[in-house]
Structure formats: C-alpha cells, structure tokens
C-alpha cells in the first residue's frame, strides 16, 4: 500500500519532527514523505511582504524551501532517500522502503501547477498522491484537529490552504489529516 505522508514544516518548530521521522520508519513502505517548507517558507512570506516580488518569484523560493526541508531530514534521517524527480520513485522504492520528495519547479510548471500561496505543500503532497496513484495521504500537523472536521472546515480554519479541497476533488486515495500527537501515538 502506497503512502503519501505530508510532514508540516511547523514540526520543526515543536521539536516533534525527529519522533514523526522515527515513527515512519517503523511504518511499511513504501511511503514518500513531502516536507512542509516551514520556517524556510515563512522567511518567503516575510521578504514578499517587504520587497513586493510577485508570485510566481514566491512560488519558486518556496518550493527551494521544501528543498531545504528536503535535506534537513534527510540529514536527520540518512537510512531515508531523497526523490526529485515524481516519475522516478517507483524505481526508487525498489532501493529504499522510505522516500523524500524534493519538488523541482519544472516539473510543477510541466503540471500546470498555479504559482499562488492558495496552492502549499498541502496541496502539493495531494497532487502528487494522485500522481502516483497512492493508496492513502496522511497530512501530519502541529495544530489541533477535530476528528469530526472535514477537509472544508480544515481549509475555513486554515490548517489545509485554499487550493486542498481542488486537488482532492475525484481522487481514489484515502485521505487523513492529523495532529502530530496523534500520528505518534496511534501509528495510523
């Protein structure tokens, strides 16, 4: 069973992203982790909002962000392998149980993916779990979440962004969005 696993950048900030890396180590794979860009990103927001750049210059250093995300687990977690290439990661499960996806913006722009702030690494893991045809998406965040809460909610509450609900309209994968807390007690 493929799985997708989104881990929000925010984890870093918590400190709880070394334990989310362990837990899915101890997962079957294959599973592809999407990083959030976490403070990478915000660091983007910040220079946008003070130096006016547009969005498509935005949209580009956020992805650079994932990247960044990319390699500190990677850093964190050596027995995992680094993907950049979408097409490539069937081949590479045959290596490794456990992969991360390093986006790369050609291949974003070659799927006519927006260059909007609507449209995070939410959005991203979605798209690239229906691009693989994954069997499950688990979106691993530090805010609190209902169990009752449904993907709307989410996006009104701004937990998802703007763009989730559009790339998850007909997709055939499971998705689950959960707080970190819960990911590492229960091992979904």
């Known amino acids: 069973m493929t799985c997708v696993i989104k881990l929000g950048g925010s984890l870093l900030e918590t400190a709880a992203l070394p ?25 983007v927001r910040i220079a946008q909002r003070r130096w006016h750049f547009d969005d498509v210059a935005a949209h580009r250093m956020a992805i650079l962000a994932m990247q960044q995300m990319a390699l500190l687990m990677h850093s964190l977690m ?22 991360i996806w390093s986006p790369q913006v050609e291949q ?15 959005s991203l893991a979605a798209w690239l779990a229906g691009y693989i045809e994954a069997d499950e998406l688990i979106v ?43 990911f590492l007690s229960h091992h979904d």
């Open 108 to 122: 974003l722009d070659k799927a006519e993916i927006v260059a909007s702030w609507d449209i995070t690494s939410d």
């Open 140 to 182: 691993v965040k530090s805010a609190p979440i209902s169990e009752q809460a449904s993907l709307p909610d989410l996006q009104r509450q701004g937990i998802l962004d703007a763009a989730f609900q559009r790339f998850t309209t007909q997709v055939n994968y499971k998705i689950k969005v959960i707080n970190k807390d819960r």
């Open 19 to 43: 334990a989310c890396l362990a837990a899915i180590a101890n997962r079957a794979g294959p599973i592809v982790i999407v990083p959030g860009g976490g403070p990478f990103a915000e660091q």
């Open 78 to 99: 050596p027995e995992f392998a680094i993907v950049v290439d979408a097409d490539s990661l069937c081949s590479a499960w045959q290596v490794k149980p456990v992969l």
